[in-house]
């Protein structure tokens, strides 16, 4: 029986990898998972009597594009944190953003761009459903390193006209994963001045945009309204997975242009999966309240001051803007894993397992990614044992 040929040359998922590089070795010592980007933050209080409140709704189909409520709640979110005026029907609920970021390539990506096979534009290391995703429609997947040499963040400026010319959709994760970086008003008016001048699509992933260090992260919809860019030029991604601690409920949402959501809601009346009604009221109340994620960020913000502490004059150690995740040099991340964890029972992810080769080179091979979710007592354990291991 044949398959696709277009994914053959996907390697496994990040996780599975490491499963198959650690787990035929005993850990050194009581395991600390540092791996996965599973907050574990206590999640807000009214979760629990929302739902209950709403079991009656698991009896009904639930709307397809998200109820009245959650779509009022998700816009007058987005009124208060950007500033933008987005009518409701500019946004659609989401299975949380893995779905959004897959769903609106295969209704937005054209079949041929300029006569040629269109490219998806994607930072390298990446969230891996971009290139899935790319590869799915047909398209190209071009990974564009995201080193500190760039600010850790791609330079998609920088490629040749000939393959800018072919573009139809660019990911862009602010805060970036795994590297923490955020792009600032200056980088956003940038690539949207190069989509209008190349007619291609941003997807801007913000789905970290609320744990932040010193201040709020600009909006891609906040420089899309200043600076006149055509609606449909961008269409961004949340989640409340991270902001609302509470990656289980699996609920989102994009918003965009009204033609490209036009597009979007129609594949999901066909190929989606609406959220659930009680799940809807339950993520309605959350954006409806910051009082929660205030506290949340409060706590990763102490985290990042004890990981400040513990690497202080470490060479090659740099503080994240957001997210919360660190991305620490070493000579071999594979390599460094496995020593981690079979020395200390410390288990990170190599940051090889995030990326690509392109030209030769995978901008992950000297890094480690490391989640800051746990209790931050057993943080700092792990992160002592992970410096004195790797760096002492």
């Known amino acids: 029986m044949a398959f696709p040929e277009r994914f053959s040359n996907l390697p496994d998922y990040a996780f599975p990898r490491l499963r198959k590089?650690?787990?035929?070795?005993?850990?050194?010592?009581?395991p600390i998972a540092m791996t996965i980007g599973e907050p574990r933050h206590a999640m807000p209080a009214f979760v629990g009597p929302v739902l209950a409140e709403s079991l009656a709704g698991f009896g009904v189909y639930p709307?397809?594009?998200?109820?009245p409520e959650l779509l009022?709640?998700?816009?007058?979110?987005?009124?208060?944190?950007?500033?933008?005026?987005?009518?409701?029907?500019?946004?659609?609920?989401?299975?949380?953003?893995r779905e959004g970021l897959f769903n609106a390539a295969v209704a937005l990506c054209p079949e041929v761009k300029n006569g040629q096979r269109p490219v998806v534009l994607m930072p390298n290391p990446f969230y891996q459903v971009y290139a899935v995703a790319a590869l799915a429609m047909g398209a190209e997947p071009v990974y564009v390193p995201a080193t500190a040499a760039t600010g850790h963040l791609p330079d998609y400026a920088g490629l040749p006209a000939d393959v800018l010319d072919?573009?139809?959709?660019?990911?862009?994760?602010?805060?970036?994963?795994?590297?923490?970086?955020?792009?600032?008003?200056?980088?956003?008016?940038?690539?949207?001045?190069?989509?209008?001048?190349?007619?291609?699509?941003?997807?801007?992933?913000e789905c970290y945009s609320e744990i932040w260090r010193t201040?709020?992260?600009?909006?891609?919809l906040t420089v899309a309204q200043d600076t006149g860019t055509d609606p449909e030029r961008v269409?961004?991604?949340?989640?409340?997975?991270?902001?609302?601690n509470l990656p289980g409920l699996r609920s989102g949402f994009v918003a965009g242009g009204p033609e490209g959501i036009a597009r979007i809601r129609k594949l999901r009346s066909f190929a989606g999966a609406p959220l659930p009604l009680p799940i809807q009221r339950v993520s309605e109340r959350c954006w409806q309240?910051?009082?929660?994620?205030?506290?949340?960020?409060a706590l990763y913000q102490e985290k990042f001051a004890a990981a400040d502490q513990i690497f202080a004059g470490m060479q090659g150690y740099a503080s994240p803007e957001g997210g919360f995740f660190l991305w620490l040099p070493v000579d071999d991340g594979e390599a460094a894993a496995l020593r981690l964890w079979r020395e200390t029972g410390v288990r990170v992810l190599p940051g090889a397992y995030l990326s690509r080769d392109a030209a030769g080179q995978n901008p992950g091979h000297g890094y480690i990614r490391v989640a800051l979710v746990a209790p931050k007592e057993e943080m700092q354990r792990g992160l002592i044992q992970l410096r004195d291991c790797l760096y002492g």
């Open 63 to 67: 709307p397809n594009d998200g109820s």
């Open 235 to 244: 269409f961004v991604f949340h989640s409340l997975s991270k902001r609302s």
């Open 21 to 30: 590089l650690l787990d035929a070795h005993a850990p050194g010592g009581e």
């Open 72 to 97: 009022a709640a998700i816009s007058g979110w987005i009124g208060r944190r950007y500033g933008v005026a987005m009518p409701e029907a500019q946004i659609m609920a989401l299975n949380g953003t």
């Open 289 to 297: 309240d910051e009082a929660h994620v205030e506290a949340s960020r």
């Open 215 to 220: 201040s709020p992260p600009v909006g891609a």
């Open 166 to 205: 072919r573009v139809a959709i660019a990911y862009l994760c602010s805060p970036a994963n795994p590297q923490g970086a955020v792009a600032d008003r200056a980088y956003w008016a940038t690539l949207m001045a190069l989509a209008e001048k190349h007619d291609f699509r941003i997807f801007a992933d």
